[in-house]
């Protein structure tokens, strides 16, 4: 019989999420561990396997416990194993969860930073798990490159459990280099502290992050869920991701071109959104509250007006005419003023000509001596203010002349557009 893993990590039990959607109740850290408990004793799952910051650090010695102590009862009971390491939040407190003892069936890898080899059997099918965890909350060596692991059975399938940065050199948090990986016996790496699914690489070693199960909030968005693979015949087959997120978080753009009036605009909105819900609906069912982060944009004779009308909009919640409960975070505008023609307008000399020409040079990179006025004045002043003792920390960013310009020039196109919204918005009254 096959071996049915489900991996995730990056739960963050016990973490205050600041997004007013997780005030409902079901949603927090812990009931997702819940349901990854019943989901693996529903679904015949042998191992789950878990890759750090299980438990957040802030609250990691009190709602933790309960929930953990209980949900590996529970799989004991079923025979399913656990098999964990820590990460940079819970280096210290994972291996305390275990004292009370009575948990055979969970397995802590890779105590104090010392790389360790686990081996699983079932029936005929081996499954060894090789795993590194956290010994302080900082690390700033590349784990991979003290692999010291020389026992691994290469005839037989291995994975390997590890928390770190894959993506910085300089990581506090256990940067890894992915391409070490390539020289050791480990045919699949599942990582941990990223919250953001992705798979690095997809042949062997396969190299993955299953991402956190939950989204935390608007910087998460997409599908989020465990990773379950079968390793089958002495073969790890390609993992897939299950949904899990009750909460997903989405960006949307609504162009709000030809629309004549607030009504309209509500109405777009409305429509906009009730398809976008449809659509996520069929590729993620079971979805519960979806978050938006909307973004206006097109043309609009009064862009103005737009951005006054949709401060009233962000905040609100429940447009959902189902089951799926619908809010939208917060709304942003990029509407452009319905200036007929840009190009007409900035042939004349007036104020509105002057922005006009303003904006047209920024979108075709090209120069202009009102823009390259408003740029040297950005510089001088930002160059000044970052000068200034009471801002020295922000020394550390060292900002190139070249993103110094890049930011003066969208705030100079934000602020344009604003204003020539306002002129144009005059001449029409
Ligand atoms: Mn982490």
Redesign the pocket.
Known sequence: MAIKILATG?LHIGKKISSSVYDTGGLSAKDTWKRIVDWSIDNDVDIIALT??IVDRDNRYFEAFGPLQSGFKKLKEKGIQVYMVA???DFDVLPELLKPGGFENVHFIGDRGQWQLLTYFKDQEILQIAGWSFPTQYHRQDPLSQFTLSDIDQNFPCIGLL?GDAYAKDSA?APIDISLCNGLPVNLWIL??IHKPGTLKAVVPYICYPGSPMAFGPKEPGIHGPIVFMVDKGIILTPETVLFSPVRFENLEIDVTGSDNEDELRRRLMAEIDNEVLELNKQTPGISHIVFDVTLTGTYPRSNEIGRWSRGLSGAEDYGTNETRIYVRRVSVTVKPEVTDLEELSRQSSPAGILASAILAIDADRENEFLTQMIAEWEKKFIYMRNRPTYQPLKRFQESEESIRETAKKFIRKEAIRLLGELTQQQQQ
Request: net charge negative.
């Open positions: 990056d750090g910051d990460g940079n939040h928390h948090y941990g502290h």
